[in-house]
């Protein structure tokens, strides 16, 4: 049973940094890009950042320069380090396992508050 737990939001001002962590459990890492997700309210679930098993990056425009993904092969855990916060960064952060064989967004953990008060 894949199972992805999430801890680390907060409330925290604009300027701010936060940093979230998902461990990972189960039949999975190992071949399984990650990535977080966010959803403000009222809209759709975005995919913020991804990280590959052979650590290649991505970020959605509006987080690059802030925003650091990562992951702990070790720990079967993947961070990502929120710096330079803005209000418009509220969301719950959820995140994610890519299955291969699949083709999608398999498995999710349950979400963190991210709040950034101005």
């Known amino acids: 049973q894949v199972q992805l737990v999430e801890s680390g939001g907060g409330l925290v001002q604009a300027g701010g940094s936060l940093r979230l962590s998902c461990a990972a459990s189960g039949s999975i890492w190992g071949t399984n890009t990650m990535g977080w997700y966010r959803q403000a309210p009222g809209k759709e679930r975005d995919l913020v950042a991804t990280?590959?098993?052979?650590?290649?990056?991505n970020y959605v425009d509006s987080v690059k320069g802030r925003f650091t993904i990562s992951r702990d092969n070790a720990k079967n855990t993947v961070y990502l380090q929120m710096n330079s916060l803005k209000p418009e960064d509220t969301a719950v952060y959820y995140c994610?396992?890519?299955?291969?064989?699949?083709?999608?967004?398999?498995?999710w953990g349950q979400g963190t508050q991210v709040t950034v008060s101005s």
């Open positions: 990280v590959t098993p052979g650590d290649n990056t």
């Open positions: 994610a396992a890519y299955s291969p064989e699949y083709g999608t967004w398999m498995y």
